[in-house]
């Protein structure tokens, strides 16, 4: 086992990536949208929908759409469970200020002002660089 071990000492070249490190620069690739849903279209008040459309893109491509019940609304709770899903951006018409700053103290691009329309769409969208955004549909 020792001789399959990449060892590096300082002022040495660095040796050749190894499998592990590939799939883990295979993975950051990928990056999961949610889209909050009421009656199946994007919900445009964040914290009034019904479930989250989670999908899951890779190499601009979405591979993977699922739809998830979120628990019971709270404030601060939503973005706290979507950064546990391992959510990295989110498109909602409008949200309040307090999860618009839990998703930024947590990396978390949130594209705010999108009509209803169905999530699927609106990540194609996002991915075609044609997400129209604007302003904020929430008032608090």
Request: hydrophobic share 35%; glycine share 10%.
């Amino acid at each position: 086992l020792v001789n399959s071990i990449n060892v590096c000492t300082i002022g040495s070249p660095r040796p050749a990536l190894g499998r592990g490190e590939l799939l883990i620069k295979d993975i950051k690739k990928m990056k999961k949208v949610a889209v909050p849903t009421i009656d199946g279209n994007l919900c445009t008040h964040f914290g009034h929908c019904q479930k989250f459309a989670v999908i899951t893109i890779d190499n601009n491509q979405i591979i993977e759409e699922i739809m998830v019940i979120p628990p019971r609304h709270e404030p601060g709770v939503y973005p706290r469970w979507l950064k546990d899903q391992g959510v990295s951006e989110v498109i909602t018409g409008g949200l309040g200020q307090k999860a618009k700053a839990i998703f930024d103290q947590n990396d978390i691009k949130v594209h705010i002002g999108v009509n209803s329309k169905p999530p699927r769409e609106a990540v194609e969208e996002l991915l075609e660089g044609q997400l129209s955004t604007g302003d904020n549909q929430c008032g608090h």
